[in-house]
């Protein structure tokens, strides 16, 4: 049971490149999310979508984009990478119910913007 | 807007020791709660939760926590101590459309043997 996978683990960019952050569930979630965490700052969350072809913005979206064209995937993107999107970045997952249920989380990718 | 304050950034506690770590949150309605933790180098994982009914909830690793509705408060608890519990912990409320959940800023649990 692979839960919330994400790939790469670490990644290391030069400022103004793109690259995809990958995320796949295997749970049968609807709802998915993609936060950042910096220290002291807790998880900021970028962009959610609540099922597939539906995408929404969070607190923080400005310099990502995501699509969701299946249930299991939520890619990430980044476009003309910046110093400041240096972080951890986590995917998460959970059902879709009255907002009981509790959010699976991968184990992160680390990305450094120089 | 929905938001979550935890006062302490640090705490450090002796093995064996009682632990209450502090939250706060602001919610305009009936509130999801919940309690994370994070390892080094992991993802989070779910200590403990509230929706309703009993306001006192049990969760994993001996974790307990206590709704209290008119301070705004979800304090975490554990009477005694390991010191595999130092990680990172995470106070969450959740709700809105796509029943996001916003989350404090955490706390760094350090256990001294």
């Known amino acids: 049971n692979a839960g919330v996978t994400q790939t790469p683990k670490f990644r290391i960019l030069k400022i103004g490149q793109s690259m995809t952050l990958q995320c796949t569930q295997d749970?049968?979630?609807?709802?998915m999310y993609w936060y950042r965490q910096d220290p002291g700052m807790g998880l900021k969350l970028i962009y959610y979508?609540?099922?597939?072809?539906?995408?929404d913005k969070g607190e923080v979206p400005n310099g990502y984009n995501v699509s969701r064209s299946t249930t299991e995937d939520f890619p990430l993107r980044l476009e003309l990478a910046a110093p400041s999107q240096t972080s951890v970045y986590f995917c998460a997952s959970r059902h879709r119910d009255g907002g009981n249920s509790p959010l699976h989380f991968g184990n992160g990718t680390r990305l450094t913007v120089t | 807007a929905q938001s979550v304050t935890q006062p302490d950034i640090h705490i450090t506690v002796s093995e064996g020791a009682s632990l209450e770590l502090r939250c706060n949150y602001s919610?305009?309605?009936?509130?999801?709660l919940f309690w994370y933790v994070q390892s080094p180098g992991q993802g989070l994982q779910l200590l403990l939760k509230y929706f309703s009914g009993d306001t006192l909830v049990q969760g994993i690793k001996g974790f307990e926590a206590e709704f209290k509705r008119s301070q705004s408060s979800f304090n975490l608890r554990k009477p005694s101590v390991h010191w595999s519990d130092a990680a990172e912990y995470f106070c969450a409320v959740g709700g809105g459309g796509g029943n996001k959940l916003t989350f404090g800023t955490g706390t760094q649990l350090k256990v001294e043997l």
């Open positions: 749970m049968n979630h609807n709802y």
């Open positions: 979508s609540v099922g597939a072809g539906i995408t």
């Open positions: 919610y305009g309605a009936t509130p999801y």
